[in-house]
């Protein structure tokens, strides 16, 4: 099986900073793209930013200049640098990834979610 475990979330002012990291584990042969999405209260889940595993990466337009992807690729592990951080940033954050396991198979998983406060 494969296991996406998130940290790094929590409350912080606005303006604040965060960092999140997601750590894929088990049986894994690659791992393809990752990335994170959010869901706010009583709204859909949607795309904060997402890299292949070459580097190329893809956002939200609310988030340019203020986040950040990246990932390690020796530690299967994504990374979400957030800055400048709004009360409308508020929301479970969700690591997300398309794994090969070592079997063959090809298929996407989630984390469990993390949760990013932000207070005005």
């Known amino acids: 099986q494969v296991q996406l475990v998130e940290s790094g979330g929590g409350l912080v002012q606005a303006g604040g900073s965060l960092r999140l990291s997601c750590a894929a584990s088990?049986?894994?042969?690659?791992?393809?793209?990752m990335g994170w999405y959010r869901q706010a209260p009583g709204k859909q889940r949607d795309l904060v930013e997402r890299?292949?595993?070459?580097?190329?990466?893809n956002y939200e337009d609310s988030v340019k200049g203020r986040f950040t992807i990246s990932r390690d690729n020796a530690k299967n592990t994504v990374y979400l640098q957030m800055s400048s951080l709004k009360p409308e940033d508020t929301a479970v954050y969700y690591c997300?990834?398309?794994?090969?396991?070592?079997?063959?198979?090809?298929?996407?998983?989630w984390g469990q979610g993390t949760q990013v406060t932000v207070s005005s």
């Open positions: 997300n990834a398309d794994v090969t396991a070592a079997w063959g198979r090809r298929a996407t998983y």
């Open positions: 088990g049986y894994i042969f690659s791992i393809n793209d």
């Open positions: 890299i292949t595993s070459g580097g190329s990466t």
